[in-house]
């Protein structure tokens, strides 16, 4: 297989990650998935800046991270109700509880501050270490930690849950 071959595939497998990082910072799909064609369309237009020795996921993920401060730069945020893809594919008690908790969660993550969703999306829910989260957002290793610390205890209020 080429480079290019192989570059492309590696963004193929990154899509369900792509997506589910552009929803976390978004706060819904539609935006989300605008983000994610765009930040695909950025990595592919510079494929050629992409180091084979660097993660390409990090790359992408700051390029998508790129592409969302472009887009809070260009626009007034309009708060949107958030209606998840899956309503109505599930029925019974148990999954109207996890649907139920899901929305609390997503609802709880569209109130934290902009740095703090960032940090939470990037370390909770891509699984990106500190380090690599700092690398990144070109912050500082204890930056990252803190803004971690404040967005969980946050979330817990929110939610409810004791600390």
Not at 86 to 111: K, N, T
Not at 123 to 150: F, H, K, N, Q
Request: no cysteine; proline share 4%; glycine share 4%.
């Amino acid at each position: 297989m080429s480079q290019n071959a192989d570059y492309i595939q590696g963004l193929t497998d990154l899509l369900p990650r792509l997506r589910r990082l552009a929803r976390t910072l978004s706060g819904n799909a539609f935006d989300a998935d605008d983000l994610v064609q765009v930040a695909l369309e950025r990595a592919l237009a510079r494929s050629d800046q992409w180091r084979p020795d660097a993660r390409l996921d990090t790359w992408v993920f700051g390029i998508l991270r790129n592409a969302w401060l472009d887009e809070l730069r260009s626009r007034t945020r309009r708060l949107r109700v958030f209606a998840p893809e899956e309503a109505g594919e599930h029925v019974g008690e148990p999954a109207i509880e996890r649907q139920s908790d899901a929305m609390s969660v997503a609802a709880a993550m569209a109130r934290l501050p902009d740095e703090q969703r960032e940090v939470v999306a990037l370390v909770l829910v891509e699984g990106l270490s500190y380090r690599e989260t700092a690398d990144l957002l070109d912050l500082p290793i204890g930056t990252v930690t803190s803004r971690l610390a404040r967005a969980r205890s946050t979330l817990q209020n929110l939610l409810g849950e004791p600390a």
